[in-house]
Nanobody, 122 residues
């Protein structure tokens, strides 16, 4: 059973920064795509960033140049560094994972964490 546990959310003013972390456990797959989705009240779920085992990354258009995804494979930990935060970034952020690579797609993420709230005030 794959488990994903997020941390690092909180409240910050516009222009500020936060770093989210996600610790993964319960699987030993050699090739896994991990990433972050977010969902704000009244809005559709949105892919934020994803990363393959080889370091290849995928970003949503709204966060390119501001957010950076990284992973420490030895620690089974995923990170999302969020800089220049805007009120529109306010959402619940979910850590996600899927087997066999990202393949440049936001689809197929079968494993989800419980989420961590990020709130950006103007």
């Amino acid at each position: 059973q794959v488990q994903l546990v997020e941390s690092g959310g909180g409240s910050v003013q516009s222009g500020g920064a936060l770093r989210l972390s996600c610790v993964a456990s319960g699987y030993t797959y050699s090739s896994t795509c991990m990433g972050w989705f977010r969902q704000a009240p009244g809005k559709e779920r949105e892919g934020v960033a994803a990363i393959d085992n080889d370091g290849a990354t995928l970003y949503g258009d709204s966060v390119k140049g501001r957010f950076t995804i990284s992973r420490d494979t030895a620690k089974n930990t995923l990170y999302l560094q969020m800089n220049s935060l805007k009120p529109d970034d306010t959402a619940m952020y979910y850590c996600v994972a899927k087997i066999n690579g990202c393949s440049g797609s936001w689809g197929g993420f079968g494993y989800w964490g419980q989420g961590t709230q990020v709130t950006v005030s103007s």
